[in-house]
Each structure stands twice: as structure tokens, then as C-alpha cells.
């Protein structure tokens, strides 16, 4: 979700006075918390264009040999994108933040139920799912519940880990387990959990992850593929969910801006929606087109979308693979 909110605000105190309690310490805290937001923004910005310009000065060849181009040009290759001859896109759910664009197959007999890990103050997605009639398990450990009710869905209030997962956290194999859907395969799943998606990828097997029609992650500190460290472990969640699904559709979230290098822009949070391969063997065709499609929304309406150009087109070439080995500069 990475949401620019006020979660975790200071609740106003008492009024020692016993009348009717001020405003005033609520409000600036809340503008005191936006007033961060855009401090960091604005850090995050500088960092980010100083960059951009320094490796828009160099020639070609020399920025192609970049152990960081290299890096990001191979994540970017994982998520090429493609398309379903006959079955279109559709958005689920918000026209801002907290919806996503995936196949329309989203129904049963397809898909009858699935998780929504990570819901926060926001299940306008599982809302549009349900409305569908697929049977959800909402998971979220920072919230006591949904805002809203969802039709035919289930919350429970856990979180969802990896190997090293704190106590009272479950792996995705368990709760597919809790909830006795070992063996189905129409099954839908979507992850907005601030981080956590790596540590679940990490864990998780690939036939746990070939239970799911379709797949939709919000990925967040997408700038580690920067790094020998950080690359190695999106390269390494990327390949795996890439065994049984095909990327057909990327979003950059507008919180932070990307990372441009090049000719390739990388969100520091990425949406990422996959189709199962063996649903549609044979009928996956290359997605020719710059990104944001009509289809996509910014998360924060009041800046511009991020422009990914053809970074995850099918139409990019691929350089060579990075030798894993190969950490380029100190880190």
C-alpha cells in the first residue's frame, strides 16, 4: 500500500480541564507527519535526480557496463511482460491506491476463493473480488479488522511470514493449510504487507505459489536491486514465482519517485501482476506498450503517475545476466 497516511499518529491527550477537548494538538501532529512526508520526498528526490544526471552523462557503453544497469536491466527482464490472447484487462478495485489491474478471469469457476495478505485501511480490492464471488481470508496483524465489512470474507487478525517469521506469524503454506485448501488451484492471492512479501517469497515453495490462478504482490525497496545483496534476493523471488506464472502487468506506486538509469525507471514500491502459465500455455502473447496503460491510476492523486516508459515491455532487449559474484562497487 505504502500510503502517504497518518497511521501511528499521537492520540491527543485528555483534557485536564474536563471540557470539550482541543483540536489543535490532533491537527498538527497530522500536519506535522505530512510536513515529514514530503521532507523525505524531497530527500529521496535529490537522491534520485543527482543519480539520473550523473549516469545521463555517460556514453552508452560505458552505462550498459555498470554493475547497476546490469542489475536493474535483469530484474526488469524477469518482469517482461506479456498478455492472454481473448481475456482483457481489469482494474479491482480503487481508482487509486489499493486497486490493481489483473486478467479478468477473476471468478468462479476460475478462481472461487483466495488471501488478501495486508489490508491496512483499505479492501476496496477484496470488496470487487468478493462482489465477484470469490470466498476471501483477510490476514493483517496491525489492524483489528477490516474498515468496512466484505461480503463472504473471513479476517483474522495474523501476520505472514518467512523462515525467521515471529512468533504468532504463519507461512503461506500454513495458513493455505489452517483453511484446508491443500490441492485446490483456484485460488488468488494478493500481498500488500510493507516489506514482508520478501522474507514470504523467500520461504515459500513453488507448489504452494502454483495453487494460485493469478497473483498480485506490491513489492516495496525495489532501489536494493542496486546492490549486489538486494539484487540477488529479487532476482531470486522474481525466477521463483516465474517457474509457474508470467508477468502480465506492472504499476510504479507515485509515493516515491524511481530510480532512472538510462533507459530504464525502477519504483522504489512496484506493483506486479502474474497469470499461472499453464492456464493459458500457447496463448501468451508479448505486451508491446509503454507503461502506465490507460488501465492504471496513480496511488497519490495529486501527482503524476510514474512513467516507466519500456523498461518492462517485451519489446526491451536483454543484456547478459549478472554474474552473481560480481558486486561491482563497495558496498
Not at 471540557?19 to 523525505?40: C, D, F, M, V, W
Not at 512468533?167 to 514482508?196: C, F, W, Y
Not at 499461472?276 to 496503460?293: I, L, M, Q, S
Not at 488501465?295 to 516508459?309: H, I, M, S, Y
Amino acid at each position: 500500500m505504502a500510503k502517504e497516511g497518518t497511521r501511528g499518529e499521537a492520540a491527543h491527550p485528555p483534557n485536564p480541564a474536563g471540557g470539550r477537548e482541543s483540536t489543535l494538538a490532533p491537527e498538527l501532529q497530522k500536519h506535522l507527519n505530512a510536513i515529514g512526508q514530503r521532507l523525505a520526498w524531497l530527500q529521496w528526490s535529490h537522491v534520485v535526480t543527482s543519480n539520473a544526471l550523473a549516469w545521463s552523462r555517460l556514453d552508452p557503453d560505458t552505462l550498459h557496463a555498470l554493475p547497476e544497469y546490469r542489475r536493474v536491466a535483469e530484474v526488469a527482464a524477469l518482469l517482461r511482460t506479456s498478455r492472454v490472447e481473448g481475456i482483457p484487462f481489469a482494474r479491482i478495485g480503487s481508482e487509486a491506491d489499493g486497486g490493481y489491474v489483473m486478467l479478468d478471469t477473476l471468478r468462479p469457476p476460475e478462481v472461487t476463493a483466495g488471501y488478501s495478505i495486508g489490508i491496512g485501511d483499505d479492501v476496496s480490492w477484496d470488496l470487487a473480488v468478493a462482489q465477484r464471488g470469490v470466498a476471501l481470508v483477510l490476514y493483517d496483524h496491525t489492524v483489528a479488522g477490516p474498515p468496512q465489512p466484505v461480503p463472504g470474507a473471513r479476517f483474522v487478525r495474523q501476520g505472514i511470514g518467512g523462515r525467521a517469521a515471529a512468533p504468532g506469524r504463519r507461512t503461506l503454506a500454513g495458513v493455505i493449510a489452517d483453511n484446508g485448501h491443500q490441492g485446490r488451484s483456484d485460488l488468488v492471492l494478493k500481498m500488500d504487507a510493507e516489506g514482508a512479501e520478501w522474507d514470504v517469497l523467500e520461504e515459500v515453495h513453488s507448489d504452494t505459489l502454483g495453487q494460485f490462478a493469478q497473483i498480485v504482490i506490491e513489492f516495496h525497496r525495489m532501489e536494493k536491486a542496486l546492490l549486489a545483496r538486494g539484487h540477488a534476493e529479487i532476482v531470486a523471488a522474481f525466477s521463483k514465482i516465474a517457474r509457474t506464472h508470467v508477468p502480465v502487468h506492472v504499476h510504479g506506486n507515485n509515493t516515491r519517485p524511481p530510480i532512472s538509469i538510462g533507459d530504464l525507471a525502477l519504483p522504489s514500491v512496484l506493483e506486479v501482476s502474474w497469470v499461472r502459465r499453464a492456464d493459458h500455455e500457447g496463448r501468451f502473447a508479448p505486451r508491446r506498450e509503454p507503461f502506465p496503460t490507460d488501465d492504471d491510476r496513480p496511488n497519490v492523486a495529486q501527482r503524476p503517475d510514474l512513467f516507466l516508459g519500456w523498461t518492462f515491455s517485451s519489446d526491451r532487449r536483454t543484456l547478459p545476466a549478472c554474474d552473481a559474484g560480481d558486486s561491482g562497487r563497495k558496498e
